[in-house]
């Protein structure tokens, strides 16, 4: 499928904004002072009072695994979440070598802990989560070289964006820090990188199965439905968050119910996915048109097993 030069520039735009947001939310990271630990990914991290930590690396007397986080020197973290969205908000500037004041729940018990600010332990992040940017990383390679192997098609692309979007997505891995509160900046990027760009992985995905190996007639000479296949599920994932801001008792806890929102539409665009590829095999009946399908299924199946032995099992081990 041929494309114009303005859609080409559009993709491209969107894959580079992307993937710079997940580089900013990482050079963020490594270039302000750390405590170490992080709010670990895929647990329940979000409580009423505070939000629980675990340590990338242990530090005699400092954070331990499971401590509730309440306050930063004597601001709850409620009051710092309430001042996410106040760009006026007084933030303070860390350094490294700087000790904060930690007021903990540790096993229930209040506590104060004084944390060192140091160097963000990104060795930790590789040796814990190295198999999910391998996964990424391999991926975005593969579909930038088909993308440079057939320029004037726009399947590839489509492709590309894909493979922006899960790579972008690998922020999930390093999980927020408690500065990322206290500053804002971080916290919308990885906002940004996984509430934004690692749907993209799954709905530039459902694209790609409309149009390849030809377009679906729900696509075909309609640029508008294109565009809603974009807008509607992130019209999807604002309605949620706005709907479960009433039901929320408090805002740590409303932040906290924002990821069952991406799991839910995750679901939904795989399932319409499979459904794409089986029509595109059911209607297709030449040989050479069917090969491609089944090599897209094959591709596909092979990912799903990379996911699942770099990704899903090194998440649960």
Not at 79 to 98: E, Y
Not at 243 to 261: K, V
Request: hydrophobic content about 50%; charged content about 10%; proline content about 7%.
């Amino acid at each position: 499928m041929r494309y114009s030069e303005r859609a080409r520039l559009s993709i491209l735009l969107a894959a580079t904004l992307m993937v710079a947001l997940g580089v900013a939310f990482v050079w963020l990271q490594i270039t302000t002072p750390s405590d170490g630990a992080r709010l670990d990914p895929g647990q329940p991290v979000w409580q009423p009072e505070g939000v629980v930590v675990t340590p990338l690396r242990e530090q005699p007397g400092g954070l331990h695994a499971g401590d509730v986080v309440v306050a930063v020197d004597g601001v709850s973290m409620e009051s710092w979440a309430q001042s996410l969205v106040d760009p006026t908000a007084a933030r303070p500037h860390w350094r490294f070598g700087q000790t904060v004041t930690y007021s903990v729940l540790r096993n229930g018990a209040p506590q104060d802990v004084p944390v060192m600010l140091s160097s963000y332990p990104l060795d930790a992040i590789w040796q814990e989560d190295w198999s999910t940017i391998v996964f990424a990383i391999v991926f975005a390679l593969i579909a930038l070289y088909i993308v440079l192997r057939r320029p004037g098609d726009l399947a590839p692309l489509v492709l590309l964006l894909s493979a922006a979007g899960i790579l972008a997505g690998t922020t999930w891995s390093f999980g927020l820090q408690v500065s990322n509160f206290i500053g804002a900046t971080g916290f919308w990027l990885y906002v940004a990188t996984t509430g934004i760009a690692y749907p993209l992985f799954y709905i530039a995905g459902l694209h790609f199965a409309l149009i390849f190996p030809w377009p679906h007639p729900l696509l075909a000479g309609r640029v508008w439905r294109i565009w809603a296949l974009y807008a509607i599920p992130y019209g999807l994932l604002l309605a949620y968050v706005a709907a479960t801001s009433f039901g929320a008792p408090t805002t740590l806890e409303w932040l906290g119910s924002w990821s069952s929102g991406p799991t839910a539409l995750v679901v939904a665009l795989l399932a319409s996915m499979v459904a794409a590829v089986v029509w595109g095999y059911r209607v297709h009946r030449d040989p050479e048109t069917r090969k491609k399908v089944r090599w897209i299924v094959f591709g596909a199946l092979l990912c799903g097993v990379a996911g699942l032995i770099l990704w899903d099992i090194p998440q649960h081990r």
